[in-house]
């Protein structure tokens, strides 16, 4: 049984920065770990993605490159999502998936689609204020 447990989310001002954890656990022949976040009315959208043996192969939206950054540590089997010069328009809850197949490899249009991963954590809410 997977089971991820997103942590971190919380309240700041933009311009802001927080770190969002996410423990997994029961998960074997893991591909890729990916960040996906979700705001009220909008659908949810892929924000980064990483290989998880190797570390590399690491995909952001456009909107976030630059400003968020994956990293894993797999002793701890927990992923990571430093999110530096936070907006308003970050605001959403945060969410971390599991993918167990090769779909995640080939480039940001399937590492950040929801339909390459297996298994969602419950999310961590983020709230960026002007």
């Known amino acids: 049984q997977v089971h991820l447990v997103e942590s971190g989310g919380g309240s700041v001002q933009a311009g802001g920065s927080l770190r969002l954890s996410c423990v997994a656990s029961?998960?074997?022949?893991?591909?890729?770990m990916g960040w996906f976040r979700q705001s009220p009315g909008k659908e949810r959208e892929g924000v980064a993605s990483?290989?998880?043996?190797?570390?590399?192969?690491?995909y952001y939206a456009d909107s976030v490159n630059g400003r968020f950054t994956i990293s894993q540590d797999n002793a701890k089997n927990t992923l990571y999502l430093q999110m530096n010069s936070l907006k308003p328009e970050d605001t959403a809850l945060y969410y971390c998936?599991?993918?167990?197949?090769?779909?995640?490899?080939?480039?940001?249009?399937?590492?950040?689609?929801?339909?390459?991963?297996?298994?969602w954590g419950q999310g961590t809410q983020v709230t960026v204020s002007s």
């Open positions: 029961g998960g074997y022949n893991t591909f890729c």
């Open positions: 998936a599991e993918a167990r197949s090769h779909e995640c490899l080939y480039g940001a249009s399937t590492g950040l689609a929801m339909r390459s991963y297996n298994y």
């Open positions: 990483i290989y998880t043996p190797s570390g590399d192969r690491i």
